[in-house]
């Protein structure tokens, strides 16, 4: 899964850290926001990474959690979902908009393709075919609310991304993006 390769979504030990992550974001949401010291704790085991003083505002969904890295004195704000099946990296001093969307899994576009054939369906076995690919958003970057990355896209250091883009490209660094589909307006 992680190198890219079609896996089953309902594999045993996909499942088992599905359910664990799950328990986790709902002991996290349940969490007074005062608490600072036990949410943070819950994130140190939820994700791969929790950097100092990283503030994620529930309700905040993800796959596993265990693939999603996030530098320090980011902010995550409310209604977000990253879909880790292949990893999340987020740089330092980052701000990621209310409603975002990091989705790094992805299927074929043909139905053919995508839909395993009932003949060919084993009990326990996903019937779509799932392959993932990294998304990774620099140092100082700014994802404006509704903001939706699209899986295998690289956003740059101290880039800006426009409330509402569709980000189906990488963008560099130190400029302002925005539209669906995400283009660069400017250099900042």
């Given at each position: 899964?992680?190198a ?8 045993e030990e ?8 799950r328990?986790?974001?709902s002991?996290?949401?349940?969490r ?8 943070h704790?819950i994130?140190?085991?939820?994700l ?10 529930p309700p ?16 995550v ?5 990253f ?9 330092a ?29 084993a009990t326990?076995?996903s ?22 990355v699209?899986?295998g ?14 980000v ?6 130190d ?14």
């Open positions: 899964m992680l890219g390769e079609s896996y089953n979504t309902r594999d996909l499942l088992a850290a599905a359910f664990r992550a328990s986790l974001l002991d996290f949401a349940s007074p926001a005062t608490d600072v010291v036990e949410r704790a994130l140190e085991q939820l791969g990474e929790a950097g100092e003083e990283i503030w994620i505002e905040f969904f993800c796959d596993y959690g265990m693939n999603i890295y996030i530098g320090s004195q980011t902010f704000n409310a209604n977000c979902v879909l880790d099946a292949a990893e999340i990296r987020i740089g001093n980052s701000l990621i908009g209310p409603a975002v969307q990091l989705l790094t899994a992805s299927h074929p576009l043909r139905a053919a393709d995508r839909i395993v054939p009932m003949h060919k369906r326990g076995r019937p779509y075919n799932t392959h993932a690919l990294p998304i990774r958003i620099g140092d100082n970057v700014w994802l404006g609310g509704g903001t939706i699209l899986p896209i690289t956003i740059g250091d101290n880039a800006t991304i426009g409330a509402g883009s569709v189906t490209k990488d963008i560099p660094a400029v302002l993006a925005f539209g669906n589909p995400c283009r660069v307006q400017r250099s900042l």
